[in-house]
T-cell receptor, first 111, second 114 residues
Framework: QKEVEQNSGPLSVPEGAIASLNCTYS??????FFWYRQYSGKSPELIMS????GDKEDGRFTAQLNKASQYVSLLIRDSQPSDSATYLC???????????FGAGTRLAVHP | DVKVTQSSRYLVKRTGEKVFLECVQD?????MFWYRQDPGLGLRLIYF???????EKGDIPEGYSVSREKKERFSLILESASTNQTSMYLC?????????????FGSGTQLSVL
């Protein structure tokens, strides 16, 4: 059974701090990795994708991938209360068609 | 703007009923998906479809079937609803090929089976 593991949280950080969200996956052949954000009562939306080892930055968000260690992380700099949501890690299973999702980490940013 | 529409936001059904969940997308996407989301379990893929009349089983297809007679519409069918099918159901679509990594989700259907 291919798995994607995330700490369920909640991860509580003060406004302005860096939030670090982590994800590990079991399938070594996975090639594509995604972070989705899901606000309470809403559907998930894609915020980051990463395919190569290293860092990928987009505004306040940085995705980090280490295929040797089978982990992917998401850093949110200058965290805002509006970043409070559940963050879902998703890993491709042989292509984009089958994404395996983690259970998500709930982030709470307090003023 | 991109739109994936699910027919019902909340649905209450009785055990043994046949249940239809409808999903329509207006983006001419080839690929459509049905997930269920349960607390602590994340999103789990039930079925997906590459094209009209094409379907593939996901990770948890038991107790479900699907229909895709038109490109824009993907239906999830619970042949005989059971209480363990109480869940949030999310439909999603995406394009094929380059740029197709982004899934567009509908707003979800919270199904309660009593």
């Amino acid at each position: 059974q291919k798995e994607v593991e995330q700490n369920s949280g909640p991860l509580s950080v003060p406004e302005g701090a860096i939030a670090s969200l982590n994800c590990t996956y079991s399938d070594r052949v996975s090639q594509s990795f995604f972070w989705y954000r899901q606000y309470s009562g809403k559907s998930p939306e894609l915020i980051m994708s990463i395919y190569s080892n290293g860092d990928k930055e987009d505004g306040r968000f940085t995705a980090q991938l280490n295929k040797a260690s089978q982990y992917v992380s998401l850093l949110i700099r200058d965290s805002q209360p509006s970043d409070s949501a559940t963050y879902l890690c998703a890993v491709s299973d042989g292509g984009y068609n089958k994404l395996i999702f983690g259970a998500g980490t709930r982030l709470a940013v307090h003023p | 703007d991109v739109k994936v529409t699910q027919s019902s936001r909340y649905l209450v059904k009785r055990t043994g009923e046949k249940v239809f969940l409808e999903c329509v997308q207006d983006m001419d996407h080839e690929n459509m998906f049905w997930y269920r989301q349960d607390p602590g379990l994340g999103l789990r893929l039930i079925y997906f479809s590459y094209d009209v009349k094409m379907k593939e089983k996901g990770d948890i297809p038991e107790g479900y079937s699907v229909s895709r007679e038109k490109k824009e519409r993907f239906s999830l069918i619970l042949e005989s609803a059971s209480t363990n099918q109480t869940s949030m159901y999310l439909c999603a679509s995406r394009i094929s090929g380059a740029g197709g990594e982004k899934l567009f989700f509908g707003s979800g259907t919270q199904l309660s089976v009593l």
